[in-house]
T-cell receptor, first 118, second 114 residues
Framework: EAQVTQNPRYLITVTGKKLTVTCSQNMNHEYMSWYRQDPGLGLRQIYYSMNVEVTDKGDVPEGYKVSRKEKRNFPLILESPSPNQTSLYFC?????????????????FGPGTRLTVL | TQLLEQSPQFLSIQEGENLTVYCNSSSVFSSLQWYRQEPGEGPVLLVTVVTGGEVKKLKRLTFQFGDARKDSSLHITAAQPGDTGLYLCAGGSTDGGSQGNLIFGKGTKLSVKP
């Protein structure tokens, strides 16, 4: 089954304790992205990757790191989490489009990771 | 910074009514996508519009991209309780250096009562 998986689904941690949220897709998609969703602020893009070893900042990259060493995986790393990073996080993947539209085509979202930083 | 404003933020209607959700910006977008998100799940793509003036239909849903590619609308005819959810629009950057940057509106929360 074609899917995007995220782990863990729920995480409660403390300020300053490094954590990694994993994201994996089995659709051979070139494009992957991380978002956070907060009440009143909507979905905001953290980082995205157009291909292996190519990553770029989205709108809210501060406090986050990513890596794209292989096509299927795109982990999100919080080196020193803070309470303002408490949020619902989504990973998404998309095939690149070489047609008229720039950027990602259909994005397939993972189920989300609810992170609480105390 | 490119922004997308969605309106209304909340909409509560009776089954069978029609509704329109708007997504507006002062910026031009290369493409515009509409998603629906249900509680506890990730957004699911409904449609992508690319050409200015483009109209796409998906059963009772009609999507339109503005001529200048700065705005879009989603119209639902004869809404059903199953249409309940959070509707999000997302625009693709026209900056060649940030092709992967997607900007989302804050969403319209639709509730359709039987």
């Amino acid at each position: 089954e074609a899917q995007v998986t995220q782990n863990p689904r729920y995480l409660i941690t403390v300020t300053g304790k490094k954590l990694t949220v994993t994201c994996s897709q089995n659709m051979n998609h070139e494009y992957m992205s991380w978002y956070r969703q907060d009440p009143g602020l909507g979905l905001r893009q953290i980082y995205y990757s157009m291909n292996v070893e190519v990553t770029d900042k989205g709108d809210v990259p501060e406090g986050y790191k990513v890596s794209r060493k292989e096509k299927r995986n795109f982990p999100l790393i919080l080196e020193s989490p803070s309470p303002n990073q408490t949020s619902l996080y989504f990973c998404a993947s998309s095939p690149r489009t070489s047609g008229r539209a720039l950027g990602p085509d259909t994005q397939y979202f993972g189920p989300g990771t609810r992170l609480t930083v105390l | 910074t490119q922004l997308l404003e969605q309106s209304p933020q909340f909409l509560s209607i009776q089954e069978g009514e029609n509704l329109t959700v708007y997504c507006n910006s002062s910026s031009v977008f290369s493409s515009l996508q509409w998603y629906r998100q249900e509680p506890g799940e990730g957004p699911v793509l409904l449609v992508t519009v690319v050409t200015g003036g483009e109209v796409k239909k998906l059963k009772r849903l009609t999507f339109q991209f503005g001529d200048a590619r700065k705005d879009s609308s989603l119209h639902i005819t004869a809404a059903q309780p199953g249409d309940t959810g959070l509707y999000l629009c997302a625009g693709g950057s026209t900056d060649g250096g940030s092709q992967g940057n997607l900007i989302f509106g804050k969403g319209t929360k639709l509730s359709v009562k039987p």
